[in-house]
Each structure stands twice: as structure tokens, then as C-alpha cells.
């Protein structure tokens, strides 16, 4: 039995329709996600008892987080996310 030529067009746009439907359910790409700042223990041993505020800020950046509540203190965090999953935090 042969088809028309108008069927077999029919055929092949509702296979390839298929076929985009399925590729576009598939997990997107999802990049890694760093935030805070992050530094080596050779950084941390620059800062010495007594440096200003501007000089730790130089050294360190600046903090992610000031708190209202306790003005002398700066909290530094860091975290690095990959597909949903924590895989660092410092």
C-alpha cells in the first residue's frame, strides 16, 4: 500500500515535532554558583591585630554580610553550588 506524498509529509513533521518535544524535556545546563569571596590561608595571615578597616576591606574585599546589630564585626561567607547540590562552604 502506498502512501501520498501529503501523508508521508504529515508523517515526518509529526515524527521531528516528536523529537523536539523530547529534547526539550531534557535537564537544561546549569552552571556552577560562587558566591561570597573566597581566599587562601596566605591572605588570611596578612591580616594582623591593629590594621584599619580599609586595609582588612583591601585585603579581604568586602564583607557579604553587615549586620546592624554588631557594626565591629564583618562576616565573610563563601559558597559554591553545582546542580542543586552544596559543595563547598566556608
Request: net charge positive; hydrophobic share 40%.
Amino acid at each position: 500500500m502506498t502512501l501520498s506524498i501529503g501523508m508521508r509529509d504529515l508523517r515526518v513533521t509529526v515524527a521531528l515535532c516528536s523529537t523536539l518535544l523530547l529534547v526539550a524535556c531534557l535537564q537544561p545546563y546549569r552552571m556552577e554558583i560562587q558566591q561570597g569571596n573566597l581566599f587562601d590561608q596566605s591572605t588570611l595571615d596578612q591580616v594582623k591585630v591593629g590594621m584599619t578597616k580599609k586595609q582588612v576591606r583591601f585585603l579581604l574585599g568586602t564583607p557579604l554580610v553587615n549586620d546592624p546589630f554588631h557594626v565591629n564585626r564583618w562576616d565573610y561567607f563563601y559558597s559554591l553550588y553545582s546542580h542543586d547540590k552544596n559543595i563547598s562552604e566556608r
